[in-house]
């Protein structure tokens, strides 16, 4: 008696693989919901990436139509990635309009203090609050289309008009230029004549800077894309020591 075989191929791999995929990309949308980013498994080397987009939220909550970044997420995503070796370098990504002054400086304050390898990418503005954002990683880049906006301190609702109001504005001012001065190579006249230009903007004080520009007077230190950014940050990552001793 003769009898007939067909050959099915199995398909119970397929639909566990099928399947593994599936939960890898939930996992993966569910990640980038609650923290903004999603690990790269078969990258080069294991870093994290920050988005610093819209504003920046410190003090008060702004209106739920707004895109915001909030220092309160910031701040201890920051310090875990400073505490966790499996990371070897931090990408930040920034296209802000600026924001909470005191907020953005203790963002940019804890990035400079980092011992991880830090690299930052200026895409779309940098605007404000922003400029010491981009200005603190250990090297910085911007794309030619971003632009980034420099002018003076400004504050929203009632000010009283008293001398002491004038002094705490001209401090504030003063930590800022500090902090972009010695984290870039920008002099810190040519900075300020930057922050007081009365012939750019209409309704304000104030300069704004394509990508090209940023990096012909120092305040960022190369034009370039993601690309060269991960390129720079490996190579920071490969001359790096350990930032911890065991």
């Given at each position: 008696m003769n009898e007939s075989f067909e050959f099915q191929p199995s398909t119970e791999n397929e639909d566990d693989d099928t399947t593994k995929v599936e939960s890898i990309q939930a996992e993966d949308v569910n990640t980038l919901e609650r923290i903004g980013e999603i690990p790269s498994n078969n990258a080069k080397y294991p870093i994290s990436c920050i988005n610093i987009i819209g504003?920046?939220?410190?003090?008060?909550?702004?209106?739920?139509?707004?895109?915001?970044?909030?220092?309160?997420?910031?701040?201890?995503?920051?310090?875990?990635?400073?505490?966790?070796?499996?990371?070897?370098?931090?990408?930040?990504?920034?296209?802000?309009?600026?924001?909470?002054?005191?907020a953005g400086l203790g963002i940019a304050e804890l990035i400079a203090s980092m011992k991880i390898p830090t690299v930052s990418l200026v895409l779309g503005g940098g605007h404000s609050i922003g400029v010491p954002l981009?200005?603190?990683?250990?090297?910085?880049?911007?794309?030619?289309?971003?632009?980034?906006?420099?002018?003076?301190?400004?504050?929203?609702?009632?000010?009283?008009?008293?001398?002491?109001?004038?002094?705490?504005?001209?401090?504030?001012?003063?930590?800022?230029?500090?902090?972009?001065?010695?984290?870039?190579?920008?002099?810190?006249?040519?900075?300020?004549?930057?922050?007081?230009?009365?012939?750019?903007?209409?309704?304000?004080?104030?300069?704004?800077?394509?990508?090209?520009?940023?990096?012909?007077?120092?305040?960022?230190?190369?034009?370039g894309g993601i690309s060269d950014a991960l390129d720079c940050l490996y190579s920071l990552i490969e001359s790096s020591k350990e930032r911890y001793s065991d």
């Open positions: 504003q920046i939220e410190g003090h008060y909550l702004l209106p739920s139509n707004n895109k915001t970044t909030k220092y309160e997420h910031l701040i201890p995503l920051l310090t875990a990635i400073e505490q966790d070796r499996s990371i070897k370098g931090l990408l930040i990504l920034l296209n802000t309009a600026g924001g909470d002054v005191e981009a200005v603190c990683t250990k090297k910085s880049f911007i794309v030619p289309s971003a632009t980034m906006t420099i002018h003076p301190v400004r504050v929203n609702g009632l000010v009283l008009g008293v001398p002491q109001t004038l002094d705490w504005l001209n401090s504030m001012q003063d930590r800022i230029v500090k902090f972009v001065c010695d984290n870039s190579n920008m002099p810190m006249q040519k900075f300020k004549s930057l922050l007081f230009n009365t012939d750019e903007l209409v309704m304000d004080i104030g300069t704004v800077l394509d990508g090209k520009s940023a990096v012909e007077l120092g305040l960022i230190d190369s034009l």
